[in-house]
């Protein structure tokens, strides 16, 4: 395969330069291309285009003209979707079948649901009761200049979650990517520019936190920053941005629960917890992280985890029967050891691991696996651990199911798993996090805002609340006809009549 060549895109022209690194596979090791980082002056020059772009060409881009090109764009990845799906595994060392049946379907349906969505107006009309005879109209406009910054975990639907929306209410976007897993963001873009998007609008700059992050948070040009990423970086988006009162949404970390009652459905629910934790080696926000279990089925439950675990394939992850997917960064790979490590020194005890037998030589693995014993006071029960690893305690009574569920600083997702629907839509409404799925867990969907509670996030992504973020309010207040208030308006600064009069 020919190597990649990854660098910023500004204007819709690409730019290499000369500090390039290489991209590693995260599965074997092996050279996948090369990157060209940005630096501060890239930035800048990225953020003076978008603004450019916004007051000369955007502005000018009715919502439904803004529709069209997205439905482009989309019907353009539409024909390369097994192009996305290569490019996501080879730089995650996530399975090339997650990809190319989860994440790059869902990512393109997105599209297509911003591009053909009818709910979001530009404006809507009021009455002014306390006015009678007057007009109102409620505009919903952009901010202008939106910083989007992504993590390097599902880079794909990240990059699309990130600039759609903001495109659609009208915004330009300067995206900055993870620079560990870059490929399908600059794909996007390069499409985006293919599909006719005016120069400026998209732009992509390459590059680390720590060497461009305060510059695109902090230029005064930037109306908006829209955030994913770890709680600890967010807090400090929220402080940078301050200084420049700018809006901020932040779609942070998540240590979500799966509550599973001894009524659920076994077959169904011992899938869907493996599904919960093990998609992407458990390098998604939202992973089911911790299972609360009801006592009286805990035993069976974890033996059949076990199996499920025992039956999934390793190998490498571009076969398309690999179960298997790698760990997308050393330093991910240290994070998780050294918190199993903690766990086990806390008092948990490791239930199962599976030996790995038949993964790539050179490549970031680590074996899927439950804890039990877990408490609640455990590290491994409260921190991210953002690996295939599943902690495990149990319960006997419903309050303290929801007990344990929102005993956590976190609160982006969870999911219910009984077969009595009343049940889980009480327990589920009382869980303090932004998604409940009750008998499922992950599927996002594009018409649902998402989002967290707590330290888990502040603002909503995708749906129409997802959509208004992107927005700011202004009121016309519109006199046409003539009101009461006129005549009584002007004696409340002048009280002298006869001015009126010589008028
Ligand atoms: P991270 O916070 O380290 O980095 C996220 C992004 O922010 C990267 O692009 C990084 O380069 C950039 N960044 C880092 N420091 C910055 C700074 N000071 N200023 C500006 N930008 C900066 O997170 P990560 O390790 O890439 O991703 C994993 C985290 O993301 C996990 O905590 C996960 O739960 C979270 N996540 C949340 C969601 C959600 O929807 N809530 C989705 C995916 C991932």
Redesign the pocket.
């Known amino acids: 395969m020919e190597l990649l060549k990854i660098g910023a895109i500004i204007d819709n022209e690409p730019l290499l330069n000369d500090h390039r690194e290489e991209i590693l596979s995260p599965a074997d090791g092996h050279l996948v291309g090369h990157l060209y980082k940005s630096n501060i002056e890239d930035v800048k020059h990225a953020i003076d285009s978008a603004e450019s772009a916004f007051y000369g060409t955007w502005q000018s881009f009715t919502l439904r003209e803004r529709k069209k090109l997205l439905l482009r764009l989309y019907e353009r990845i539409l024909s390369k979707t097994d192009t996305y799906a290569r490019l996501e595994a080879e730089n995650t060392g996530r399975t090339i079948r997650q990809s190319t049946l989860m994440d790059v379907p869902v990512a393109v349906d997105h599209i297509h649901y911003f591009a053909t969505e009818g709910q979001f107006k530009s404006k809507r009309r009021i009455t002014h009761p306390d006015y009678p005879g007057t007009k109102g109209e409620v505009q919903y406009a952009p901010y202008g200049v939106v910083a989007a910054?992504?993590?390097?975990?599902?880079p794909f639907l990240?990059a699309v979650w990130k600039t759609i929306p903001a495109l659609l209410a009208g915004n330009t976007v300067v995206l900055?990517?993870?620079?560990?897993t870059p490929a399908t963001a600059y794909e996007l873009v390069k499409d985006m520019v293919e599909s006719g998007f005016p120069r400026g609008v998209v732009n992509l700059v390459i590059?680390?936190?720590?060497e461009i992050?305060?510059e695109?948070?902090s230029n005064r040009k930037v109306r908006m920053v829209s955030?994913?990423?770890?709680?600890?970086?967010?807090k400090?988006?929220m402080k940078?941005s301050a200084s420049g009162v700018r809006k901020v949404v932040l779609?942070?970390?998540?240590k979500s629960p799966t509550i599973v009652f001894d009524d659920c459905d076994l077959k169904k629910t011992v899938n869907g917890v493996l599904f919960s934790i093990f998609l992407h080696m458990g390098q998604?926000?939202?992973a089911g992280s911790r299972l609360i279990i009801q006592n009286s089925i805990k035993d069976k439950f974890l033996s059949l985890l076990r199996r499920g675990i025992e039956a999934m394939k390793d190998g490498n992850p571009m076969d398309m029967e690999t179960d298997i997917g790698a760990i997308t960064t050393s330093d991910q790979l240290s994070k998780i050891r050294s918190m199993v490590e903690r766990g086990t020194q806390e008092g948990s005890k490791i239930y199962y691991s599976k030996k790995l037998r038949n993964v790539p030589e050179n490549g970031l693995f680590y074996p899927p696996t439950i804890l039990d014993n877990v408490s609640t006071n455990m590290s491994v029960y409260r921190e991210?651990i953002?690996g295939p690893v599943l902690s495990v305690i149990g319960f006997n009574t419903e309050r303290e199911a929801i007990e344990i569920a929102n005993d956590t600083r976190y609160g982006?997702a969870a999911s219910v798993w009984t077969r009595n629907t009343a049940k889980a839509r009480r327990v589920g409404s009382r869980i303090e996090a932004g998604t409940i799925w009750i008998n499922q867990h992950h599927l996002p969907s594009a018409a649902a805002p998402?989002?967290?509670f707590k330290d888990?996030?502040v603002g909503r992504?995708l749906g129409l609340e997802g959509l208004m973020e992107y927005t700011q309010t202004r009121h016309l207040f519109i006199n046409d006809r003539g009101i009461e208030f006129d005549d009584i308006a002007p004696a409340l600064v002048v009280s002298n009549q006869e001015f009126f009069e010589d008028l």
């Open positions: 910054i992504a993590p390097w975990n599902v990240m900055k990517p993870s620079l560990h590059g680390s936190g720590r992050g305060d695109l948070v955030f994913t990423g770890s709680t600890k970086t967010g400090e988006i940078t779609e942070l970390g998540g998604i926000c939202e991210e953002f982006l998402r989002g967290g888990s996030g992504e």
